[in-house]
């Protein structure tokens, strides 16, 4: 089944402990993104890459980092989380060339800093 | 600065009846506009696309405009039924098309 998987799911932890969500996509997608979703806020774009070894910063980037070492995985970092990164976190992919024609969704992670 | 306006946060309306969402955008030039259907606790999903220079699209009970210099979009749901409940959001896709900035959503609840 082609899909986007995300790992965890709900994660909760505390200020300044490292941590890292995992994003898989099994559709050979070039281009993979991440989001942040926050009440009255909506969907804001952390960042994206389209390909391996190519990543960018959306409007979000503060506090987080990505990597693209492989097609098939964009991992999303918070070096030292704090309260105001506690949010809902999607990934997504899209074929290359194709984003404006769609983008597929992860099912979402929920983390909670305190 | 760029900014994204989807009409109201909440939405409601009798089952059968077409259901009319607004996406407004100022300060951008978007060459794509996108709308998701999102439910809780869930990811969006893609419905439909449709380009700066097309007027309108549509996809069987659903229908698009955009108009570019209104610099506004409308998502119709026509004979609208209590499973079409859910938030619905637009994005604008622009810079080489590889960002892509999202409204907020509007929540459609159809009543019974």
């Known amino acids: 089944e082609a899909q986007v998987t995300q790992n965890p799911r709900y994660l909760i932890t505390v200020t300044g402990k490292k941590l890292t969500v995992t994003c898989s996509q099994n559709?050979?997608?070039?281009?993979m993104s991440w989001y942040r979703q926050d009440p009255g806020l909506g969907l804001r774009q952390i960042y994206y890459s389209m390909n391996v070894e190519v990543t960018d910063k959306g409007d979000v980037p503060e506090g987080y980092k990505v990597s693209r070492k492989e097609k098939r995985n964009f991992p999303l970092i918070l070096e030292s989380p704090s309260p105001n990164q506690t949010s809902l976190y999607f990934c997504?992919?899209?074929?290359?060339?194709?984003?404006?024609?769609?983008?597929?969704f992860g099912p979402g992670t929920r983390l909670l800093v305190l | 600065s760029q900014k994204i306006e989807q009409n109201s946060e909440a939405l409601n309306i009798q089952e059968g009846k077409t259901a009319t969402l607004t996406c407004n955008y100022t300060n951008y030039s978007p060459a794509y506009l996108q709308w998701y259907r999102q439910d809780p606790g869930r990811g969006p999903v893609f419905l439909l696309l449709i380009r700066e220079n097309e007027k309108e699209k549509r996809k069987e009970r659903l229908k698009v405009t955009f108009d570019t210099t209104l610099k506004q979009s409308l998502f119709h749901i026509t004979a609208s039924q209590p499973a079409d409940s859910a938030t619905y959001l637009c994005?604008?896709?622009?810079?080489?098309?590889?960002?892509?900035?999202f409204g907020i959503g509007t929540k459609l609840q159809v009543i019974p």
């Open positions: 994005a604008l896709l622009s810079g080489g098309y590889q960002k892509v900035t």
């Open positions: 997504a992919s899209s074929p290359a060339g194709q984003l404006q024609e769609t983008q597929y």
């Open positions: 559709m050979n997608h070039e281009y």
